[in-house]
């Protein structure tokens, strides 16, 4: 997995500090031919890394909400927004994101901070009908809907893990999903997609951000939507979206730095993602029940 | 949803998290603090089914999904990704060399 270069890709996607500091180029090269860049840089460097340069992390209210603040700065986006979310509870996650960086500021580790910046930003531009049709597009290749013929255990597996998750997908929302073996994928009718289109457009913008990347992760809307209405924890969704995977490792082995990190990855990412949904699209109110006795 | 235990058994594991990843004073970061009114608020109830507290453990047993994902990602990181290819200056350190300094800088 070249995660390296991925992140070099996507590091002025990630950069949120707010003055005009300079990003520190590494010294210029001595030697002189080989891949060297046109800007000095060797084209395999790792990007050099962010020093955590701020002691405290704190949380204050402005006018649009809650705003970070590293020291005395305040927190921005990579597009020099001022970073604000609506809700404290998910100040307060962002901000212990950032303060459990220790020594060097590992971007790739802030899924929460991420999460905001996109949903602050709308890098991709696009607006709630763009990101619906996106995510019940989804449904269409959905993983728990392709299954397989054989191996006849892994497809015993699939019909014995799979097949409660659709069920209580149709039961809940009153559509037909069904599943199927065949390289097509399963016929879904136009009126699923409508109830599906019509459940996704009670959330908010920020919610649908949140939802779409859910999806993304898992491959799948129908274990995205069980996870955002609570019906399995995000440990069982991500299980049940890598059930191939899982089956494999059981018979052929667990391979660590491959498999584990994948792991650890996606169930960062799905919590990141569930949590921020919940945490944009709920509103508590506190009622203090007088007590009579 | 009988996978996620007692409230009490994930709000331990919870705050045991946020003690790995505050440091020092983990007692006054906000989040413990949060967390620990949040468990409060929502402990007395009339209800016999509280849909909010339900709410309240499913999100806190979220969150203690990431932090410890986040974790341990960041251990197996650590221990397996490659640290990238060597500067010039390291290459050379290899077999006893030191790249020659220009001071007027090259050409």
């Not at chain 1, 955590?52 to 927004?81: C, M, W």
């Not at chain 1, 069920?167 to 929302?173: F, S, T």
């Not at chain 2, 996978?3 to 006054?28: C, F, K, M």
Request: hydrophobic fraction near 35%.
């Amino acid at each position: 997995m070249s995660s390296v270069a991925m992140w070099r890709g996507c590091r002025r996607l990630w950069w949120a500090h707010s003055p005009p500091a300079r990003l520190p180029r590494p010294p210029p090269v001595d030697a002189g031919s080989g891949p060297v860049g046109s800007c000095g840089r060797r084209a395999y460097a790792p990007p050099a890394e962010r020093k955590r340069f701020y002691q405290n992390v704190s949380i204050s209210q402005g006018e649009g909400g809650f705003e970070i603040n590293l020291d005395h700065r305040k927190l921005k986006t990579p597009q020099a927004k001022l970073f604000t979310v609506p809700s404290e509870a998910l100040a307060i996650a962002v901000a212990t994101e950032w303060d459990s960086q220790k020594d060097t500021i590992k971007f790739y580790t802030m899924h929460l901070t991420t999460l905001c910046n996109t949903a602050l930003d709308n890098p991709t531009q696009r607006n709630k009908t763009q990101l619906i049709r996106a995510a019940v597009k989804f449904l269409e290749t959905d993983t728990v809907c392709y299954r397989v013929e054989e191996p006849p255990a892994l497809a015993e597996l699939q019909k014995n893990e799979w097949d409660p998750v659709v069920a209580w997908a149709e039961k809940r929302y009153n559509v037909t999903i069904g599943s199927s073996t065949s390289i097509l994928g399963p016929n879904i009718p136009a009126s699923t997609k409508e109830t599906f289109v019509s459940h996704l457009a009670s959330y908010n913008m920020w919610a649908l951000q949140g939802i779409e990347f859910v999806i993304t992760q898992l491959k799948s809307l129908i274990l995205s939507m069980s996870l955002i209405d609570r019906h399995i924890t995000v440990e069982k969704a991500v299980l049940l979206s890598r059930l191939e995977e899982e089956y494999q490792i059981q018979r052929w082995g667990n391979v660590e730095w491959a498999h584990d990190y994948d792991l650890c990855e996606l169930r960062a990412r799905t919590a990141a993602g569930t949590l921020f949904v919940h945490l944009c699209s709920e509103s508590s109110t506190v009622k203090h029940k007088l007590l009579q006795d | 949803m009988a996978a996620l235990g007692t409230p009490l058994r994930t709000l331990r594991a919870l705050l045991r998290e946020l003690r790995h990843a505050a440091g020092r004073s983990y007692r006054d970061s906000p989040a413990y603090r949060h967390v620990l009114a949040a468990f409060r608020a929502h402990r007395v109830t009339s209800e016999k089914l509280c849909r909010a507290q339900q709410e309240l453990h499913f999100q806190a047993a979220t969150y203690l999904c990431l932090l410890r994902s986040v974790r341990e990602h960041e251990a197996l990181h650590r221990e397996y990704h490659g640290r990238g290819e060597r500067s010039p200056q390291e290459v050379a350190g290899l077999v006893g060399f030191r790249l020659p300094q220009q001071p007027g800088g090259k050409g």
